[in-house]
């Protein structure tokens, strides 16, 4: 049976940063990747296209690593949104945050045709950085864990005016 | 003026091998990254689509860690290849290795428009595990460092027979 994340904090973010070929809406090519809470944690759903394998029968490591990218900066979203005392879906634009670094540790090789879901879990290091640490399971299969270090969007990042 | 990495690793990847969406050149779909000596360091040239973005004007950070996780497990092969007396193109298959570990830190948005080069430095670990150091410059400047662990590639990523 297929799951899917019915309320995603990127269907909240504002149009103009929502363009990430990861995980952003308006993104065409992009993988759609949407986080949503789980009860303490969060989720991100990922349904990997034939193409993207390392090897016959496994799915590309490079893309798991961009399900823990953006499923870490989605969940650091999701969290101050909360503190900030929104939620998804009340009309309430959240934070927008970016990566400062990704770690990711391949426990075992992720078969192709199974649903892949990280769960992750939020820990504040500062009131603009999270830390969001993640389980990626293939199935009922944990298959490889990540960490990223989530950092409040800058200014830096916004458009040439 | 475009660069072009000429004596590519996984131009002699053997063809069961080859499908990786990161470096594969049988994957149609991929993005075809190639990895040579340049002196003694390795390097990977990468540009991106326009669809790779994270937000407008800035590269999408998932795919400079397939950048880094591809050029690391090419690079250790290279390496390796070497270390076994042999040369990108002199007709053996070289050694395949698989990440068992990638860490990315994203020092600086990284500009679209630029071509991308990974520069990475191999040390042995153990002899069927390698270090990469990568750095990865847009331009002339210095965005995003990764290190990956490179394993030599299990048996258990051989298709079932």
């Given at each position: 049976?297929?799951?899917?994340?019915?309320?995603?904090?990127?269907?909240?973010?504002?149009?103009?940063?929502?363009?990430?070929?990861?995980?952003?809406?308006?993104?065409?090519?992009?993988?759609?990747?949407?986080?949503?809470?789980?009860?303490?944690?969060?989720?991100?759903?990922?349904?990997?296209?034939?193409?993207?394998?390392?090897?016959?029968?496994?799915?590309?490591?490079?893309?798991?690593?961009?399900?823990?990218?953006?499923?870490?900066?989605?969940?650091?979203?999701?969290?101050?949104?909360?503190?900030?005392?929104?939620?998804v879906g009340d009309g309430v634009n959240p934070p927008r945050f970016v990566t400062g670094s990704l770690k990711v540790d391949f426990l075992h090789p992720t078969p192709v045709?199974?649903?892949?879901?990280?769960?992750?879990?939020?820990?504040?290091?500062?009131?603009?950085?999270?830390?969001?640490?993640?389980?990626?399971?293939?199935?009922?299969?944990?298959?490889?864990?990540?960490?990223?270090?989530?950092?409040?969007?800058?200014?830096?990042?916004?458009?040439?005016?």
């Open positions: 049976m297929e799951e899917k994340v019915l309320k995603a904090i990127q269907d909240d973010y504002p149009d103009d940063f929502a363009w990430c070929y990861g995980c952003g809406r308006l993104n065409e090519d992009g993988y759609h990747l949407r986080t949503g809470w789980m009860g303490e944690n969060t989720i991100t759903i990922f349904n990997p296209r034939p193409a993207n394998i390392g090897m016959p029968g496994f799915v590309y490591g490079g893309l798991i690593a961009s399900l823990i990218d953006c499923h870490g900066t989605g969940s650091a979203s999701l969290y101050l949104h909360r503190k900030n005392g929104n939620e045709g199974e649903q892949l879901k990280a769960i992750g879990t939020v820990e504040e290091i500062h009131p603009k950085k999270y830390k969001v640490y993640t389980e990626v399971f293939a199935g009922e299969k944990l298959v490889v864990t990540g960490e990223v270090a989530a950092v409040l969007m800058p200014k830096t990042f916004r458009k040439e005016e």
